[in-house]
């Protein structure tokens, strides 16, 4: 079996250090795989998330040869340079221990957007087109991958963050939601025009969701509607309907 090392950013509350552990690998071997053998056969302090394996709960995001990843789904065969790998935990989140950072900070932004869905009285019926409006926004895992990656937080640390975003559009898409343009409204108090519109959101969402465009549909709406500020010189595309 090919050896790898993985070196590691430790964090115990304290210190920083870098550890390297070297551990056996096959085709198949995952990231969290790799941590998960380390933890049983060489060092049981380490810390990491995971629960499903199955890149569906969201918990495992890391920062693997300097890209973002969720560490379930990504071989190492994959991602492997000079018969190394380096681990590091996500960043724009508070660090708790080695790996692990704490989502509660992006947790709380969601719920200053009410990223939950409110019914409308009476309901809907639902089409199948409808629910084409907001279908790749309903695979959000809440990994919090965009967040760690958006460069915004630098200069404005009160920015909701494409995560946020993305759960305005699923449910301002849903014609069952009863807040409708409430939703641009949160979107706009928490800080939705900081967004430079790098696309590194886009790049680095596992389940590909077109989280930039979606900030830009949300901000182009706003402002056509009067709800958001225009910048100087913007052009005014008048009254677009169901947009
Ligand atoms: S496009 Fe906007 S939200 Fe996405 S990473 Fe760039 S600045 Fe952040
Ligand atoms: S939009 Fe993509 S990267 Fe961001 S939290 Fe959801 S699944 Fe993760
Ligand atoms: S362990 Fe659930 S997404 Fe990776």
């Known amino acids: 079996m090919e050896k790898v090392k993985i070196k590691i950013k430790r964090f115990d509350g304290k210190v920083e250090k870098i550890e390297t552990y070297e551990i056996p690998y096959d085709e198949r071997t995952t990231i969290i795989e790799a941590l998960m053998y380390i933890q049983s056969e060489i060092d049981p302090t380490i810390g990491f998330r995971v629960q499903c394996r199955a890149a569906i709960c969201g918990t495992c995001g890391l920062l693997v040869n300097q890209e973002y990843k969720l560490g379930c789904r990504t071989k190492i065969v994959d991602i492997v340079k000079d018969k190394e790998i380096f681990l590091e935990p996500m960043k724009n989140l508070k660090v708790i221990k080695d790996l692990v950072v704490d989502h509660s900070e992006f947790l709380q932004k969601l719920k200053n957007v009410k990223a939950w869905f409110v019914p409308k009285e009476p309901f809907e019926k639902v089409f199948p087109e409808d629910l084409k409006k907001f279908e790749k926004e309903t695979d959000c895992i809440l990994c919090g991958l965009c967040y760690s990656i958006c460069p915004v937080f630098e200069t404005d640390e009160p920015f909701g963050g494409p995560i946020n975003y993305v759960k305005t559009y699923r449910f301002w898409k849903d014609k069952n ?61 008048g009254d677009f309907g169901s947009f």
């Open 177 to 237: 939601d009863a807040l409708g343009d409430e939703r641009i409204v949160l979107a706009r108090e928490n800080h939705i025009t900081s967004c430079v519109h790098c696309k590194y959101c886009s790049m680095t969402c596992p389940k590909e969701i077109p989280v930039e465009q979606d900030i830009f549909q949300i901000e182009f709406y706003g402002k056509q509607k009067g709800i958001i500020e225009k910048e100087e010189n913007q052009f005014d595309f």
